[in-house]
Nanobody
Framework: QVQLVESGGGLVQPGGSLRLSCAGP????????MGWYRQAPGKQRELVAA???????DYAGSVKGRFTISRDNAKNTVYLQMNSLKPEDTAVYYCNAPRASREVQDNSWGQGTQVTVSS
């Protein structure tokens, strides 16, 4: 089992910013599209941003224009810059490879990083 490690979460006021990081093995980063997911209490996990190895990005409508995903292939790291945060962005954030097989994904989930947006 190879886990991804997320970091950078915290408590921030509405309108604030956070930058999340996710590091993992080259066996995942060198092959796959990488994505950031989030799971709010009582809700299903959702994919909010994804990036190909060449840097093409895609975003869920709820975060488009506020979040920016990027990656450093040399460091096997993917980032999520979150600006103009809203209380509804409160969730545990995870990274994974959305186009990998179910088995690879299941073996890769990390602990996530908590983001809380509150005044």
């Amino acid at each position: 089992q190879v886990q991804l490690v997320e970091s950078g979460g915290g408590l921030v006021q509405p309108g604030g910013s956070l930058r999340l990081s996710c590091a993992g093995p080259g066996s995942i980063f060198s092959i796959y599209v990488m994505g950031w997911y989030r799971q709010a209490p009582g809700k299903q996990r959702e994919l909010v941003a994804a990036i190909t190895r060449s840097g093409t990005t895609d975003y869920a409508g709820s975060v488009k224009g506020r979040f920016t995903i990027s990656r450093d292939n040399a460091k096997n790291t993917v980032y999520l810059q979150m600006n103009s945060l809203k209380p509804e962005d409160t969730a545990v954030y995870y990274c994974n490879a959305p186009r990998a097989s179910r088995e690879v994904q299941d073996n890769s989930w990390g602990q996530g990083t908590q983001v809380t947006v509150s005044s």
